[in-house]
């Protein structure tokens, strides 16, 4: 027995897809813009002794990599289920 499910059955699916794609690239470019702007904020401010500041920037560099590790890995994991539901 065969379990997939039919995007098809969805009006609009296509352009569903579309959106979430375009979402997708918009968080991922994003988050490598703010690693770029946090880590050279990070660096600066430790070079000039300003630690709360650095301190800041380190959070806004730990939470960009993690909001592109949630998006990359959200499609993981979508991939995922849909390879283990049609083997059910």
């Known amino acids: 027995m065969d379990i997939f499910p039919d995007f098809g059955a969805v ?6 897809q579309s959106i ?12 490598v813009l703010m690693m770029i702007i946090s880590g050279v ?31 990359g890995g959200g499609v993981a994991w979508v991939n995922f289920l849909l390879d283990v539901g049609s083997t059910l």
């Open 20 to 31: 979430v794609g375009a979402l997708l690239t918009f968080v991922l470019i994003m988050a």
């Open 41 to 71: 904020t990070w660096a600066l401010a430790s070079a000039n002794g300003n630690f709360q500041t650095a301190t800041r920037a380190r959070m806004g560099l730990f939470v960009a990599c993690g909001a592109a590790a949630l998006a």
């Open 11 to 16: 009006g609009g699916a296509a352009e569903l």
